[in-house]
């Protein structure tokens, strides 16, 4: 059975920083495209962040520059570095773990920026 264990959010005062973390139990990560996804209240989840199978990394331009995703392999954890942090990156933080016909998500981390 899949599981996936997400940490990090928290509190941080605007232009701080944070680390989100995915640890996934059930499958191996490497095998697997890691994205991640934020939803704040009363709007749609946004795409963040693609970690690609080749290797290569997609963001979105809200975050491009001051967000990092990676994954650590050997310990099957994916992570999102957050500096720079804006109020308007306040939300709902997800990891996503998929593959064509696999489909996993965390239950979801809660950032908030105050300004």
């Known amino acids: 059975q899949v599981q996936i264990v997400e940490s990090g959010g928290g509190l941080v005062q605007n232009g701080g920083s944070l680390r989100l973390s995915c640890e996934v139990f059930?499958?191996?990560?490497?095998?697997?495209?890691l994205d991640w996804y934020r939803q704040a209240p009363g709007k749609r989840r946004e795409f963040i962040a693609s970690?690609?199978?080749?290797?290569?990394?997609n963001y979105a331009d809200s975050v491009k520059g001051r967000f990092t995703a990676s994954r650590d392999n050997a310990k099957n954890t994916v992570i999102l570095q957050m500096n720079s942090l804006k109020p308007e990156d306040a939300a709902v933080y997800y990891c996503?773990?998929?593959?064509?016909?696999?489909?996993?998500w965390g239950q979801g981390t809660q950032v908030t920026v105050s300004s």
């Open positions: 996503n773990v998929w593959r064509s016909d696999e489909d996993y």
């Open positions: 059930g499958i191996i990560l490497s095998n697997y495209v």
């Open positions: 970690a690609t199978l080749g290797g290569g990394i």
